[in-house]
């Protein structure tokens, strides 16, 4: 996507910090203080991680077992839904309200649940919304990894979403489904150059995931981690014993942003909470795709083709 000259560079902030984990009501209010803090430092993009709103339920297990489920998880598992959010609502209000006084856009993780109360089912979801206050869409993310596959539903092709801002095209994977090649390829179709992939990998190994796709795409990359110890989990959870081999900085953060030459302009930031802040130059876009366009002149559509059911 072109932009016009005076749009040509803007700040993102990125959220690295914990919700108020199973508290719906005081992660709003968390959320809110965070964007209004982002907001004094200029961001016309803010970043939060994956499911902040209200939890990634790291360590937790709802009682699963193969062939069997515990009346204790089945608790844990209502207070989870219970503290999840509907699209559209009450609560995405506020975030768009809170968006709308930060002037900014708005990408934030949440957990998802049906607004028409008909299905039960669960999903991590990331949303948009605008500085106008407008919701602007969804992702749900496609294939939940290992034990997420327990708590959370598969998102489909029709929430492969792209938000067009004054200054670029942004769109979102979320976490492991950057491993999945044909998403990172559908991403880079839809002319994605504000690529946008909230995590809970902590792991050196992710800053080369997120480092590769940059390169790849030839596009920024902003990953964005909680950062998370024991101690924040509420003790009243029914299989708080679950947690007892946990360590206390149970998710150290690592959030970044990346340009498209593959080389970091922010962070990554590990143990402790920050709002990291870059300012982007959207002409490094085009001057990385000089040498470089996977979806133009680096492509071989005579040879390779991929079809996306949205």
């Known amino acids: ?15 690295q910090a914990a919700p108020v984990i199973m508290d719906l009501k005081n992660t709003l209010e968390r959320t809110i203080d965070l964007i209004r803090q982002a907001a004094d430092k200029k961001a016309r993009l803010i970043v939060f991680p994956e499911a902040f ?18 009346p204790e998880g089945r608790e844990d598992w209502k207070r989870y839904y219970d503290n999840s959010i509907a699209v559209t609502s009450g609560e995405t209000d506020m975030l768009a309200k809170a968006a709308k006084e ?27 919304f605008g500085p106008d206050g407008k919701y602007l869409g969804k992702h749900r993310k496609l294939k939940p990894t290992g034990s997420e596959r327990l708590i959370w539903g598969e998102g489909d092709g ?20 950057n491993y999945m090649p044909l998403a990172r390829v559908a991403m880079y ?13 902590a792991r050196e190994e992710w800053q080369s995931t997120v480092r590769h796709i940059a390169l790849e795409g030839r596009c920024f990359v902003i990953s964005c981690n909680q950062y998370v110890t ?43 909470e920050e709002i990291l802040i870059a ?9 990385a795709k000089m040498d470089m366009d996977v979806v133009g002149h680096y492509g071989r559509p005579d040879v390779f083709g991929l079809i996306v059911h949205e």
């Open 1 to 15: 996507m072109c932009c016009d000259e005076n749009e040509h560079n803007f700040r993102v902030a990125v959220i």
């Open 279 to 287: 300012d982007i130059d959207m002409g490094d876009v085009t001057r």
């Open 189 to 201: 179709a839809k002319g994605v150059n504000i690529y946008i992939a909230p995590t809970a990998d």
């Open 53 to 70: 709103i209200s939890a990634y339920p790291r360590g937790l297990t709802f009682g699963f077992v193969v062939g069997s489920r515990t």
């Open 102 to 128: 930060a002037g900014a856009y708005l990408s934030i993780g949440v957990i998802e649940k049906d607004a028409q109360k008909i299905s039960g089912t669960l999903y991590c979801t990331n949303l948009f």
């Open 158 to 177: 029709s929430t492969l979403t792209t938000v067009d801002a004054p200054f670029g095209r942004m769109g979102s994977l979320i976490c492991w489904e």
């Open 230 to 272: 024991k101690s924040m989990y509420p003790t009243d959870l029914k299989c708080y014993g679950d947690l007892a081999s946990m360590p206390e900085n149970c998710s150290p953060g690592g959030s970044c942003v990346i340009n498209p030459f593959g080389k970091y302009i922010a962070g990554p930031v590990w143990d402790r």
